[in-house]
């Protein structure tokens, strides 16, 4: 295989901490039949990518940073041919020249379990995407043809644009978000509200034991009150993920819904404020605040003389995050937690768990399978994923990665908000 250049430059950090180096490095050949080698066109900066930079990851030798990106497939390994069959689609269907969208892990779809080959990009294990060229192992099942987003539309709106600043949403944070807001929407606590049907009639119910049917829980019990914790790139969609899917509830089975979206921080509340004010409805009746954690707890409290949530998705990845989670919920209630925690120890005994029978959801979003519903909802909401640099919009700009060790720096002290990298810039 021959490439053009034989070197590349990409983002390279250094332990222990806080060291980061735009460098020369080989470029990824493939190794494996299920290789693809992608031309990258813009690489994303996220806030996980902060817990290696500030040397909280546990790692302990030069990586090549980034797990979110998108770009072209230059070349492809042997498995993927025409009419290859028994196997993920896009051993078949990827050509060389294809447009890509690479969550931010290895997914083979083929294990049929969560992947044992979910390696992160920009881990030691396997280089990341905040570089001109990166090696996709597993690829069929992993890369996401952009084509097949433009497919989702209906005709008349095939020649919509579709930004590529707004692809690179769906390589993590939107997938990420939407999964926080589904996987609590479809929890056994939560499902009594969205079905209509009390606990324990909304799951499996042993056939010799159903001794009467259910009533219908009353209109006025059909209420969530959801608080999200954390308002940075992942918190806001999020929070756009879960007013999409309570008022598509409201409409089509009249649930209330109240919700709260919490930040300490000014300026991330005003990026909710500002998205909100693009995506609201104005015939839909649910309520909406943004609020800082004082006022988020007040606002619960009024709203549910001090019961407390229903709800709580978690997306920060810290144990003031998680100790501000259990004061908001109510017993029976649910946190669903995203944000990336490593350590110490969460803050909980068992004690305060069992006296409000908390249920927990944890961990990393499922990234290839939610992508195409992710998709949809980016298709749906061009008007805040689609804009760069723009009141409403989440990606603050797009710079060279020459340009990395300043914006790592600048995004480290929250002066910035989500940025791309343009690699050939
Ligand atoms: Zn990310
Ligand atoms: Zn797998």
Redesign the pocket.
């Known amino acids: 295989m021959s490439f053009i250049a034989e070197t590349q430059r990409a983002v390279k950090w250094y332990p222990p901490a806080y060291d980061i180096r735009i460098e020369d490095q080989p470029i990824p050949q493939l190794q494996e039949p299920d290789d693809a080698i992608v031309k990258v066109t813009l690489a994303g900066l996220c806030g996980s990518d902060l817990h290696i930079y500030r040397g909280h990851g546990g790692v302990e030798s030069p990586i090549i940073c980034g797990h979110e990106f998108v770009g072209e497939i230059i070349s492809l390994g042997k498995s993927f041919h025409y009419g290859v069959t028994g196997r993920p689609e896009g051993y078949a269907e990827l050509k060389v020249g294809d447009k890509v969208i690479a969550p931010f892990t290895v997914?083979?779809?083929?294990?049929h379990?969560r992947?044992?080959?979910?390696t992160l990009f920009g881990s030691p294990s396997l280089p990341g995407g905040q570089a001109q060229y990166v090696r996709v192992p597993?690829a069929g099942?992993t890369l996401f043809k952009v084509d097949s987003i433009t497919s989702l539309l209906p005709p008349s709106e095939s020649g919509r644009g579709l930004e590529d600043s707004s692809l690179l949403l769906l390589a993590d944070i939107l997938p990420t978000g939407v999964f926080a807001a589904i996987q609590a929407l479809q929890h056994p606590r939560i499902a009594p509200f969205v079905q209509g049907t009390p606990f324990p009639y909304n799951g499996y119910i042993p056939s010799g034991l159903l001794a009467e049917n259910p009533v219908p829980l009353p209109q006025e019990d059909r209420s969530l009150t959801v608080a999200v914790v954390g308002l940075g790139p992942v918190g806001i969609c999020a929070t756009v993920s879960l007013l999409d899917m309570l008022t598509d509830l409201r409409r089509t089975s009249a649930l209330q819904y109240r919700v709260v979206a919490i930040d300490p921080t000014e300026a991330r509340r005003s990026k909710m404020q500002s998205v909100f004010a693009a995506i609201s409805e104005p015939t839909d009746a649910g309520s909406f605040v943004v609020a800082s954690i004082e006022e988020g707890k007040e606002v619960i409290s009024q709203w549910t003389d001090s019961l407390g949530c229903n709800v709580v998705l978690e997306v920060v990845g810290n144990n003031s995050a998680l100790t501000l989670a259990y004061d908001l919920i109510r017993p029976f209630g649910l946190i669903s937690s995203v944000g990336v925690h490593s350590s110490p120890p969460v803050p909980y005994t068992g004690k305060q768990l069992y006296d409000k029978n908390v249920s927990f959801d944890f961990g990393r979003c499922p990234v290839r399978a939610t992508l195409p519903f992710a998709a949809k909802l980016l298709l749906k909401r061009q008007d805040i994923f689609g804009g760069v640099g723009e009141e409403a919009s989440l990606v603050d700009k797009i710079v060279g990665i020459e340009e990395a060790k300043e914006v790592y720096e600048e995004f480290d002290k929250g002066r910035c908000g989500k940025v791309l990298f343009n690699p050939w810039k």
């Open positions: 997914s083979c779809r083929e294990c379990s992947c044992v080959h979910s597993k099942g």
